[in-house]
């Protein structure tokens, strides 16, 4: 049972938790200063670290001159922003330095931002540049652009850069300066020395270089300067900086950047401990990141077809050094030549036969690489897609399969000392208006309030994170004790003005141009869909200004952000805010451009999705749908799963839109089901929910089945006016299958496109969906890993004529000693543990 909870603590969502390892620390650092700027007095941030104030006159690090800088306080708090150092900020309006008494060796220099308001200051409008002992760190910086174009979102922000203090410096001069009528702004400053060359050498030291000019080499020195731009647990939980090797890095889950397949995750073993050598000392990384790794799992014949893919965006113009950290702990991988692969960085050769056990001298060795790789600017696009791929190599290994255990990669520093990139877009900031600028004037000439310090909200945090920790430990085993669901539909809730924005009727006449007809993108029952523009008519939004007369349209209204502004996933619509002044019932959501799926299905000028497109559509979907199921404290069930229901965002991001039907599903143990008067659209409704009003999120399962049948007919579910035995398209499905003539009702602009082999796993999947009954229907964890496959098998029966028969083959394909010992469901993605047999 123990072995079982720590498998699922290793795979938690990030947002949820945050697995706390012990580690040993084998590095003390000579310095480690933490400033929690704008605080009045020291205090303790939640990880146990001590932080000193920077607003006493006699602070020892920063200049106290009141007409460049003050203190001041955030005017709220997000629920994952912890007090220290966030919750204070100091202001600063004019050219701003801070010395830093240290040793001469490298450093970690850590800059924490929590984009806020602050004393009538909107950090959307606050511009700054950055510089550290002649560096450019940050240049016309926008802490809010930065935070808000990240995915997921968050709300506060940390960059890590490394420089190295010469032994004829001895401080650092850490300086902040505004751009022109704008402000800076900072939260935290935090600086810890690290060992000698753990990340760059005393002279030119070799490092390889990736590049198509055949150049073998890349040299640089400690007179470089880095920027930690992703730090990766590959296949692992986040490790806190505390459970570091004593210079407090965090070490991030790589799920977000897993580009298709998402491999087999090893998770913890008890029976394996890490030998550091001299050439991977102690402090280089935990033991924990080497413990855990990521594979391609058992069946050779697809690994040789396929790679291992992670994808990062990176500002163009600047070389990179990427360190990848490999660890065999698998007990039949002792000798050199049983595991070889390659690795391909942007499509080119890094290495063309990565041995782990050849670069470390056994198992249980820790080794690293690293890889130096230009990513050229001078285009109109400020940031570039990095590509990390891993593929076997098969004419040279036992097995045919991958390694990888950490990455990390680092921003290195142009000619003239910059590391600075450009803002994210689109997003579009106003200048500052006069009541800005005048408490801005207001803030620089006091002397700084003081902050309470509220003790309680830091133990609540810690008991919330402990409490949604156990509870989504025990739901996911399917035990534990869980609160009965209220199945009242009052109204009597309280909107959360703290999660999303409350607009004006002003506002939103605005956006649409008073409501004018030609911004009008939908419609229906629930009323009306136009399109609009905030933030200067430049962000494009969907407005949703719902038929303020109906009862049930209060329903909805209420439901849909209560649900949907406590839910962040990349496959849900995100909601913006909504307007609820004037008897207007209005939602406010990030624009769709492409619409929804049925859009590009039937009834349409749109031009007809290829097959593939269409599979990754609904994994999108599939994941949102998950989220929903898994990723929250309780299941939430949506209860109008349908095709207009899922929008495609750019790139086709698929997003699961309209929560105004959702429900909260079974929370306690003893309960199957939600007892509740049957909504849902035709078509799509649970047969099973329908006779006997039993709610659960196999309900979601059946409508999503029928989803997938409308994705591969390219029809609505009813169509009356067909023949009897044709009106229904689940029914139709089912006896097209018995008779073996499926063909004849898939879309025909997909004939030519899909292969067999994908067609009949498609088809296995949707079938299993729309069962009669539910306990026959799968969970959507394993319709994401079929619909995967489905995509898998096209992709690989279009390299392969013969796929039909290899797949076959590939079923009872077993070299590598494996065997399936648990499944987890992720908050994104479902992940297959496997352990070696013994």
């Not at 994808?311 to 950290?325: A, K």
């Not at 009834?603 to 990754?616: A, E, F, G, I, S």
């Not at 029914?731 to 097209?736: F, I, L, M, N, Q």
């Amino acid at each position: 049972m123990h072995s079982a909870v720590l498998y699922l603590l290793l795979v938690l969502n990030p947002l949820l938790s945050t697995i706390a390892i012990q580690n040993r620390s084998p590095y003390t650092p000579t310095d480690r200063i933490l400033l929690n700027s704008g605080a009045p007095d020291g205090e303790q941030s939640m990880d146990g670290r001590n932080w000193e104030s920077d607003a006493d006159q006699q602070s020892k690090y920063c200049p106290m001159n009141s007409e460049t800088s003050a203190a001041s306080k955030a005017s709220q708090q997000d629920p994952s922003v912890t007090q220290v150092p966030y919750m204070t900020a100091r202001i600063i309006r004019s050219k701003y330095t801070c010395m830093f008494p240290v040793s001469m060796g490298p450093k970690f220099i850590r800059l924490y931002f929590y984009p806020n308001s602050y004393s009538g200051l909107d950090t959307s409008t606050s511009f700054f540049s950055v510089t550290a002992n002649g560096y450019t760190l940050l240049s016309n910086f926008s802490a809010h652009l930065t935070v808000s174009a990240m995915q997921p979102p968050v709300a506060y922000l940390v960059k890590e850069f490394i420089i190295t203090v010469r032994d004829n410096q001895g401080v650092i001069n850490l300086t902040f300066t505004q751009s022109p009528n704008s402000f800076a702004f900072i939260n935290g400053i935090e600086i810890v020395s690290m060992p000698t060359n753990l990340y760059t050498k005393d002279n030119d030291s070799p490092y390889s270089f990736v590049n198509d000019n055949n150049v073998p080499f890349y040299y640089f020195d400690n007179t470089t300067s880095l920027e930690t731009v992703y730090r990766l647990n590959i296949g692992g939980p986040n490790i806190e900086n505390v459970n570091d090797t004593g210079i407090f890095r965090t070490w991030s889950n790589d799920l977000l950047h897993i580009f298709g397949g998402l491999g087999y995750v090893h998770l913890w073993r008890d029976d394996v401990t890490v030998k550091y050598s001299k050439d991977t000392p102690t402090y280089v990384a935990p033991e924990a990141v080497y413990i855990t790794k990521r594979t391609m799992g058992a069946n050779s014949v697809v690994n040789q077809n396929s790679n291992l893919t992670w994808l990062f965006l990176v500002d163009s113009g600047f070389n990179y050094l990427l360190r990848l950290h490999f660890c065999e702990t698998e007990k039949e991988i002792t000798h050199e030549g049983q595991r070889v692969f390659s690795i391909f960085i942007n499509n080119m050769t890094a290495e063309a036969e990565a041995d782990v056990i050849h670069w470390s001298g056994g198992n249980s060795i820790p080794v690293y690489k690293d890889y130096v790789i230009g990513v050229p600017g001078g285009g109109s696009q400020s940031n570039q897609d990095l590509w990390l791929a891993l593929h076997p190599t098969a004419d040279h290994s036992t097995y045919a399969d991958v390694i990888l255990n950490v990455l990390e990669i680092f921003k290195l520093n142009n000619s003239d000392g910059n590391l600075a990139g450009s803002n994210p877009e689109p997003l579009m900031v106003v200048p500052p208006s006069s009541q800005q600028q005048s408490s801005l004037q207001e803030i620089t000439k006091s002397k700084g309030s003081s902050v309470v310090v509220i003790v309680g909200v830091v133990i609540g945090v810690i008991f919330a994170l402990s409490v949604a920790l156990f509870f989504f430990i025990y739901k996911r085993k399917g035990k534990g004790p869980k609160r009965k669901a209220n199945d009242t539909d009052g109204f009597g809730i309280s909107l959360p003005t703290d999660l999303c924005r409350r607009f004006t009727t002003a506002e939103i006449k605005a956006a649409t141009r008073n409501f004018e007809d030609q911004n009008i993108i939908g419609s229906g029952g629930f009323g009306t869909v136009y399109k609009g523009y905030i933030q200067n008519e430049f962000i494009p939004v969907a407005i949703k200004r719902l038929n303020s007369s109906s009862k049930q349209g209060t329903r909805e209204f209420h439901t849909e952000i209560e649900m949907l502004s406590r839910l962040r996933h990349i496959h849900l619509v995100s909601l913006i805010g909504y307007c609820d002044d004037q008897d207007e019932m209005i939602l406010v959501y990030e624009y769709m451009p492409h619409g929804s799926l049925q859009d590009h299905l039937y009834r349409t000028n749109n031009p007809p999705l290829p097959w593939k497109q269409r599979l990754q559509i609904c994994i999108g979907a599939a994941k949102g749908l998950h989220y929903l199921h898994t990723g929250v404290k309780h299941t939430i069930i949506h209860r109008d799963v349908k095709s207009s229901n899922i929008l495609l965002g750019r790139n086709w991001v698929a997003k699961v839109s309209d929560f105004g039907l959702s429900k909260t599903g079974p929370t306690s143990e003893d309960e199957t089901h939600v007892s509740t008067v049957v909504r849902g659209s035709v078509g799509y409704l649970d047969p099973e929910y329908y006779r006997r009003q039993h709610l659960t999120e196999k309900s979601d399962v059946y409508s999503f089945g029928v989803v997938l049948l409308e994705v591969l007919c390219a029809r609505p579910p009813i169509m009356s006016n067909l023949n009897k035995e044709q009106v229904n398209l689940v029914e139709w499905t089912r006896k097209c299958c018995r008779k073996g003539t499926l063909d004849q009702i898939i879309d025909p602009q997909l004939h030519g496109d899909i292969t067999s082999v994908s067609l009949n796993k498609f088809v296995e999947i949707a079938e299993s969906c729309v069962r009669e009954k539910a306990t026959e229907r799968p969970k959507m964890c394993d319709v994401i890993w079929s619909l995967e496959f489905a995509l898998q098998l096209q992709e690989f029966a279009e390299k392969n004529s013969h796929a039909s028969d290899i797949v076959s083959e590939n079923q009872k394909e077993s070299s590598m000693p494996y065997k399936e010992v648990a499944t987890i469901d992720d908050d994104d993605d479902d992940i297959y543990i496997l352990r070696w047999t013994d």
